[in-house]
């Protein structure tokens, strides 16, 4: 169903790489008199471009005469990253602005900052530097770990709050001139903004992260369509912002002000701008499961020649009819997140999961003609025991089971996935100050699930190295210290490991061990 990017599209060629990108939806603009803004994500074009959070801030940006936005990525290569655009370098805008939604991104992130040639920490660099600023969802919950490196951070919605800044920034003449001046200047008309500089690494004042009110006043889409990303055959639409299920190990119930959903007779046009580009049309919400309108979107779109790609589901969300429109679109896989095997602790992450309901879903959705399933499991959840592993290892081979007898009566088999990730504790959740499970535990926890599924066929599972959860887990809850072991991994080749015995004590202090309820959390001084 994918369409041809039109005819208009420029063919870039990605610097410091060897392929070429078709890209339609860009936007070049004079630099005269504009303010120019830099917008990078710390990964690769491949990686960043999938993400809808720069589609909306580059636009946003962009939309306002007096900025032009440009973007730059991580170069695969080790070249010196510069504007996709413009090809210029990074040090010839006024604003550096990152967008962080992973904590493994910040390795990457100085990365950057030193192929750049600024100097990595904000005390170092002078009024002639651009400014650094960053925001994103990770920042958002705990930008401590990056706090020295940084001039300025943004929490919550970009929609809310990129106009402010660049209005603002326009307003002084202290860019590129004074930075302490700007600083001040921002800190004083701008709320939702953190300057580690002039307030120090926990302010005084709490500071509250912007929200999104209107959440029927802003489209986020794809704004450039691109042959060389994840969603390369899938035009994103964010339908929904927050969550109301208030999983405990999961920050968007928590970092979001509520839940709110965008509503079928604002979306259409996004809906029909996507089934024009791409053809295909993919829903995003962390809520997209709860959307009261989540069947009329599917209708709209597969009724409009379109199709529809919905990512993760809650079980409780999968009925006969929306199975048949996933069908009708093409989509073979089935995703749900079910985070974990055993009842008792889909209670105590309030998931609440009937698990024993999972298998009428497999069986309508193969029946209806989905050929594979994808399930996301937990491991390491605040209260695992060896019972909550075994029945883990049970309910996939029962699935399993089930998959593989329904698949061979109606002719076809496919693959069923089971994806394990650690538990990482995420800042603002009810698991926040939990300890972590050491890595040779989560290892003996997987063998376990392993051994139990020995000679299954058609079965994938996929996990990442267990002990990333270290690196994961220390960006994730750490404090202003944390920042030592980035600028020593940078320092050495960005080898993160090599590391781990010198900074023994901070791993220590900062997930292995419970938090009391007198500790200040080093993320506590954000509000909602
Ligand atoms: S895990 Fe999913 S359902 Fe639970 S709070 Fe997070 S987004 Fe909502």
Same mark, same amino acid.
Not at 85 to 93: I, P
Not at 213 to 216: L, T
Not at 315 to 319: D, K, L, Q
Not at 337 to 341: D, H, M, S
């Given at each position: 169903m994918r369409k041809n990017? +039109? =005819? &208009?599209a420029e063919t870039m060629r990605n610097r410091g790489s060897s392929f070429s990108i078709r890209e339609d939806g860009a936007v070049k603009k004079q630099w005269r008199g504009r303010l120019k803004i830099c917008l990078v994500y710390p990964n690769t074009y491949y990686v960043g471009m999938s993400n809808l959070g720069l589609h909306a801030v580059y636009s946003l940006w962009n939309d306002i005469d007096e900025v032009v936005c440009e973007r730059a990525f991580l170069s695969e290569n080790g070249e010196t990253p510069r504007s996709f655009?413009? *090809?210029? #370098?990074?040090? #010839?805008?006024d604003v550096i602005a990152f967008t962080v939604?992973?904590?493994? /991104?910040y390795i990457h992130f100085l990365r950057i900052l030193s192929q750049i040639g600024l100097p990595l920490k904000s005390s170092d660099r002078h009024d002639h530097h651009p400014l650094v600023i960053m925001g994103g969802a990770a920042i958002s919950m705990n930008p401590c770990p990056v706090a020295p490196f940084v001039d300025c951070f943004v929490f919550g919605d970009g929609e809310e709050v990129v106009a402010d800044l660049a209005t603002t920034m326009r307003a002084t003449?202290?860019?590129?001139? /004074?930075k302490k001046k700007i600083l001040e200047y921002l800190l004083a008309e701008v709320s939702g903004i953190f300057v580690p500089a002039l307030q $120090?690494?926990? @302010?005084e004042q709490p500071i509250k992260r912007r929200g999104l +009110?209107?959440?029927?006043s802003f489209l986020t889409k794809t704004e450039i369509v691109s042959?060389? &990303?994840?969603? =390369?055959?899938v035009f994103l639409v964010e339908v =929904?912002? *927050?969550? @109301?299920? +208030?999983?405990?190990?999961?920050s968007v119930s928590y970092t979001e002000t509520s839940t709110r959903f965008r509503r079928l007779s604002f979306l259409k046009s996004a809906f029909d701008e996507g089934i024009e580009r791409v053809g295909r049309v993919g829903l995003l919400g962390a809520a997209l499961s709860d959307h009261p309108e989540l069947l009329d979107f599917a209708d709209y779109i597969v009724s409009r020649g379109g199709e529809v790609s919905l990512s993760s589901l809650r079980?409780?969300?999968? $009925?006969p009819k929306l199975i048949e429109l996933l069908v009708h679109s093409k989509q073979k896989t089935l995703t749900l997140?079910?985070?974990? $095997?055993s009842q008792r602790l889909q209670e105590v992450i309030h998931k !609440? &999961?009937?698990?024993?309901t999972l298998s009428h879903v497999v069986t309508t959705a193969l029946d209806a003609g989905v050929k594979n399933l994808k399930f996301y499991f937990i491991i *390491?959840? @605040?209260?695992?025991?060896t019972e909550d592993i075994l029945q883990l290892a049970d309910l996939i081979k029962r699935v399993h089971r089930e998959f593989l007898a329904k698949s061979k009566s109606l002719g076809h088999i496919g693959t069923l996935t089971v994806s394990l990730n650690p538990f990482i504790p995420k800042p603002t959740? @009810?698991?926040?100050a939990c300890a972590h499970v050491r890595v040779e535990e989560l290892e003996r926890r997987f063998r376990l699930i392993m051994t139990e599924l020995e $000679?299954?066929? !058609?079965l994938q599972i996929n996990h990442e190295g267990w002990d990333t959860a270290i690196l994961q887990s220390v960006l994730s809850v *750490?404090?202003?210290?944390?920042s030592e072991f980035l600028l020593a991994t940078h320092n050495d080749g960005d080898n993160w490991r090599k590391q781990v015995p010198r900074f023994q004590s901070l791993i220590e202090k900062t997930i292995y061990t419970p938090k009391t309820l007198s500790h200040v959390l080093p993320w506590s001084f954000i509000t909602r």
């Open positions: 990017l +039109k =005819s &208009t655009e413009s *090809g210029r #370098e990074l040090t #010839e805008f939604s992973f904590e493994n /991104d003449p202290f860019l590129r001139h /004074d $120090g690494y926990f @302010p +009110k209107f959440i029927n042959n060389f &990303t994840e969603f =390369s055959d =929904s912002r *927050g969550c @109301p299920q +208030k999983c405990r190990f999961c079980v409780e969300a999968v $009925g997140a079910l985070e974990t $095997g !609440r &999961t009937q698990l024993d *390491g959840l @605040p209260t695992e025991q959740t @009810p698991f926040e $000679g299954l066929q !058609r *750490g404090d202003v210290d944390a």
